[in-house]
């Protein structure tokens, strides 16, 4: 008669055995002899009260009522591991520092904050929001432990998230206006570059309307109707309009989006966590923005 509780050390071993195929194998991955398995194997099927093993020759495969445990032996140990991951993860503690451009802590950073502590009450969050020059500057001096960038290509080590269109953004008739106004940001700048190399390419004429060192003074000059901007449609506020590719506006090529983490011998758990979590979030934000583009 089956026992009312599985073991879930027998349930363990019987998988392993069964992916590797072999009693002895089993017996390698969990440091006990294979006399150990075979008889771990025979207590399972007394608690079980069916036969799970068919000999075939030399070997043997699983029986009718083996198949069947196997299946609930993966989903209880599943279950069992995400339960020993999640309490050992509401035991971090001390503190994270996250770096990101405006862009993504007008969107994401909401929900990356909610997530973090909600799973991690005890680790404290240190959000720093500037240009990418800085944020890389200050992962490289161990100020920050993950930034959330953005570039033509991918730089060695990347956590890459997704591509993102660019895209020219203000008014439909600003847009019409010869040399195109722009709203653009202070050099180094991915998005000025790559919107001034699309228009020379495309042999159009502009002049810099607003020069600005922050993303909410480009916001207000596109909706006070001053210029075209060139960002994506991250942390998009809905009263800016995104403007098609048209004769005066040429397309716009994609970027990466990606996560760089502070060079270390050993990254903190916390810190790991954090860039998951991170990682998850921008990812859900680009498909979001590649299915409204679809639309």
Not at 221 to 235: D, E, M, Y
Not at 247 to 257: D, E, F, K, N, T
Request: glycine share 6%; net charge positive.
């Amino acid at each position: 008669m089956i026992t009312d509780v599985l073991d879930l050390d027998l349930l363990r071993t019987f998988v392993l055995a069964v992916d590797a195929g072999s009693f002895a194998r089993a017996a390698e991955q969990v440091s006990r002899s294979q006399s150990a398995v075979s008889l771990q194997m025979q207590r399972l099927e007394e608690l079980t009260g069916h036969q799970l093993f068919v000999k075939q020759g030399r070997s043997w495969e699983l029986s009718a009522s083996g198949e069947l445990l196997m299946g609930y032996a993966r989903q209880l140990l599943r279950l069992n591991d995400q339960a020993v991951e999640a309490l050992s993860a509401r035991q971090l503690a001390g503190v994270v520092r996250l770096g990101m451009l405006t862009d993504f802590s007008e969107g994401s950073l909401p929900q990356v904050l909610a997530r973090f502590a909600e799973q991690h009450p005890r680790v404290q969050m240190e959000i720093t929001i500037d240009k990418q020059v800085v944020l890389q500057q200050k992962l490289q001096s161990g100020k920050l432990d993950v930034i959330v960038c953005v570039g033509a290509q991918l730089p060695e080590g990347a956590i890459p998230i997704g591509k993102v269109p660019l895209r020219w953004i203000g008014n439909k008739a600003v847009a019409q206006q010869s040399p195109l106004p722009l709203l653009l940001f202070e050099p180094p700048c991915l998005f000025r570059a790559a919107g001034l190399a699309a228009l020379e390419k495309a042999g159009m004429t502009w002049k810099p309307v607003l020069t600005a060192s922050n993303v909410a003074g480009m916001w207000a000059a596109a909706r006070a109707g001053l210029g075209i901007t060139i960002r994506t449609q991250i942390g998009l506020p809905p009263d800016c309009k995104v403007l098609p590719v048209s004769r005066s506006l040429p397309a716009l090529p994609q970027i990466y989006v990606y996560l760089l983490t502070a060079p270390r011998k050993k990254t903190k758990a916390s810190v790991l966590r954090l860039t998951e979590i991170v990682e998850e979030t921008l990812s859900g934000e680009l498909k979001s923005i590649q299915a409204s583009k679809k639309k």
